[in-house]
T-cell receptor, first 114, second 112 residues
Framework: QQQVKQSPQSLIVQKGGISIINCAYE??????FPWYQQFPGKGPALLIAIRPDVSEKKEGRFTISFNKSAKQFSLHIMDSQPGDSATYFC?????????????FGAGTTVTVRA | DAGVIQSPRHEVTEMGQEVTLRCKPISGHDYLFWYRQTMMRGLELLIY????????DSGMPEDRFSAKMPNASFSTLKIQPSEPRDSAVYFCASSLWDLDYTFGSGTRLTVV
């Protein structure tokens, strides 16, 4: 049973558009929410991460929005570029509770059309 | 640092054979994780170590799977005997306490 539910499974966006990926969780002990980017033939790479003491974190064109009461968080990719075409995974863990393993969502394949 | 190094990159073996996957974590990282990735099940945690000690092996599918970390710079994941359903990409990752995982490039295992 996946502890983090991710949607959509895939999306297509035009160059310059906004990509939005959503994740939801049930475990209230989760306190760390990273996003990973994976290109074909490569391992996932950390993109951006947030802890629940803030509602939003921005790094360049990537923004995480976090809603603690709804137990949801999302990744926004602004001004999407063809180089952003990849699979994106959300994840969660409860490090403050001593749980150092990440539970990953199922992944979203993003295709940016030029 | 060269990052997390996994070997081999590809492994094709016959059903029933023993398979050993290897991982060298980033120097100084005290957490090491083994994940398996398939289309059907996504990224699944198999086992993780802290300071070379196995902490959680609840994801290891069955007794055919075993993992060791004899020192801070080396870990192995062994499958004996291998079965076709073990075909997947196996990733090793390491991190500090901050959980910023660095993944290796993975080993693509095919069992025929």
């Amino acid at each position: 049973q996946q502890q983090v539910k991710q949607s959509p499974q895939s999306l297509i966006v035009q160059k310059g558009g906004i990509s939005i990926i959503n994740c939801a969780y049930e475990n209230t002990a989760f306190d760390y929410f990273p996003w990973y980017q994976q290109f074909p033939g490569k391992g996932p790479a950390l993109l951006i991460a947030i802890r629940p003491d803030v509602s939003e974190k921005k790094e360049g064109r990537f923004t995480i929005s976090f809603n603690k009461s709804a137990k949801q968080f999302s990744l926004h990719i602004m001004d999407s570029q063809p180089g952003d075409s990849a699979t994106y995974f959300c994840a969660a863990s409860g490090s403050y509770a001593g749980d150092y393993k990440l539970s990953f969502g199922a992944g979203t394949t993003v295709t940016v059309r030029a | 640092d060269a990052g997390v190094i996994q070997s081999p990159r590809h492994e094709v073996t016959e059903m029933g054979q023993e398979v050993t996957l290897r991982c060298k974590p980033i120097s100084g990282h005290d957490y090491l994780f083994w994940y398996r990735q398939t289309m059907m099940r996504g990224l699944e945690l198999l086992i993780y170590f802290n300071n070379n000690v196995p902490i959680d092996d609840s994801g290891m599918p069955e007794d055919r799977f075993s993992a060791k970390m004899p020192n801070a710079s080396f870990s192995t994941l062994k499958i004996q005997p291998s079965e076709p359903r073990d075909s997947a990409v196996y990733f090793c990752a390491s991190s500090l306490w901050d959980l910023d995982y660095t993944f290796g490039s993975g080993t693509r295992l095919t069992v025929v």
